[in-house]
């Protein structure tokens, strides 16, 4: 069975994929910055070490790498899930909010892959899925400091996949609709085909098992999403206002 290392795993996605994950039988070594909910998932789950550290703190993370190597052996599989969401007005700009995004949701990442790739291109071997959204597919209504970071994940998968593909680690980005969460629970608009964690594990850990690059659901809704990509600006703008009530 394979080592898995999980960021942002104290709740959401990353608590049910370890949930998930040690069920078949993986190894999982989490990490978030809530020190009672790793406890108390280690407590419930079997082969399951959770790390307290920020991912936006490279010294921090790369700590806790060490550590989840030092304990469980080499990383096999990392699903690099931390990450933040507040809605933001665009009217009122607050460079804090937005640099707090970055620095965890992308930053956060790049910081992980610091401590990850290097093991891996030694070893020709690794897998590493980077959890992106469709909010980075185009712009939406409230998330201006949120949605530049995931587009900028996905331009991060889609660069590394040349780098490292050729050296044999398989990189995939994953981007889902809406989840049910602690997050998206501040959203003061109705969020269509709206699914449960329990679900985006199920179908994140699926799409992992393909040979996929781009991992998206639910499909009722991406379906949607990825015609609206294809729209001419105007059309999407006035589409997307509407059915948000933005306009």
């Known amino acids: 069975m394979a080592h898995y290392f999980i960021t942002g795993a104290s709740s959401g996605i990353g608590a049910a994929l370890a949930v ?7 190894q999982v070594s989490a990490v978030a910055r809530r020190q009672q909910r790793l406890a108390a998932l280690s407590e419930q789950l079997d082969a399951f070490h959770g790390y307290v550290a920020d991912v936006g703190d490279a010294e921090s993370l790369a ?33 804090q909010i937005y640099a707090n995004h970055m620095t965890i949701n992308y930053l956060g990442v790049v910081n992980a ?19 992106s959204s469709v909010a980075g597919w185009r712009g939406l209504p409230k998330s201006a400091a949120y949605g ?19 050296r044999g680690l398989k990189i995939q980005v994953i981007c889902p609709g809406f989840v049910d969460s602690a997050a998206t629970a501040v959203n003061d608009f109705e969020m269509p085909d709206l699914i449960s964690a329990d679900s985006a594990a199920s179908a994140i850990i699926s799409g992992m098992q393909g040979h996929d690059f781009s991992i998206n ?31």
Do not use: C, W
């Not at 998930?20 to 993986?26: D, E, S, Y």
């Open 20 to 26: 998930q994950l040690t069920a078949a039988g993986h």
């Open 63 to 95: 700590t806790a790498i060490d550590k989840a190597k030092a304990k469980s052996g080499a990383i096999d599989v990392a699903i690099l899930n931390a990450g933040i969401y507040q809605p933001q007005d665009g009217t009122k700009i607050d460079p």
């Open 113 to 131: 892959l610091a401590g990850l790739v290097p093991d891996m291109v030694r070893d020709g071997k690794g897998h590493i899925a980077i959890v």
């Open 148 to 166: 530049p970071t995931k587009a900028a994940l996905i331009s991060l998968a889609e660069s590394l996949y040349f780098d490292l593909v050729p």
């Open 217 to 247: 659901f639910p499909k009722s809704f991406t379906r949607k999403m990825g015609l609206l990509r294809l729209l001419p600006d105007r059309l999407f703008f006035r589409l997307v206002g509407k059915q948000t009530g933005a306009f």
